[in-house]
């Protein structure tokens, strides 16, 4: 063996690490365990409270700028509901005050539906009008001489809903175009308070349907 090869100590290899979020590759020439440790932990500090070795995350919200990291999420998510995106505290608080207002429109949602349900309905009796009222009329005046010619015990009552849907029928377009005007006084109030579901602070979320349709709108998907 020769002597020489152990007065001469081992060559110490660069070391390459490679970070693309703060400082690109970093070369260190004469590296030991500490100061490995020094580049990891400072290349991996979070920006916003100082944490090291994390991952940075910035906020989703299209129009924010805000990096941070897991450690500053916990302040605000831990205890609060969870939500699928990640979120500045801001952002994420905002969001948070900003779902009950889908609630709100799925209630909105529903008593639309409800009022253009009525509406198509009333519309559709009212273009039948013609054809249903004589036939109403015809009804009525038999049930009533029925109840007139039949059992003396069935006159009463039989006499009564013969003459009710008679008039009924005869006053069949005046009831169902009132019951139309209804429904449309209805519908424009719902309309008119429509509610607003991204306020200006929510996050803008990319790929978020947002809700902006009119009554035109609905009435076309409910018809069709």
Known sequence: MDLSQLSTPPQNPAVQLQDSVISGNV?????????????VHESGRCPACGTGNTTPYSCESTNCESIFCFSCMQ???????????KLCR???ESELRCLPLDYEFEKWEHAVKSQLSSLESSESLLKNAPTIRPIGVIFGIGIA????????ELLGPLLGMGVLLAIGAMLLPK???????????????????????N???????AGRNVPNFSENDVREFIYS
């Open 27 to 39: 070369t260190i020439h004469q590296a030991d365990a500490h100061e490995i440790a020094k580049v």
């Open 75 to 85: 302040q605000y998510i831990h205890g609060h509901t969870i939500l699928d995106h």
């Open 90 to 92: 801001v952002h994420h």
């Open 145 to 152: 001489i029925a109840g007139v010619l039949g059992d003396p």
């Open 175 to 197: 009831i169902v175009a009132a019951n139309i005007k209804i429904a449309q006084e209805k519908l424009a109030g719902l309309k008119q308070n429509m509610p607003q579901t």
């Open 199 to 205: 306020p200006p602070e929510r996050p803008l979320i």
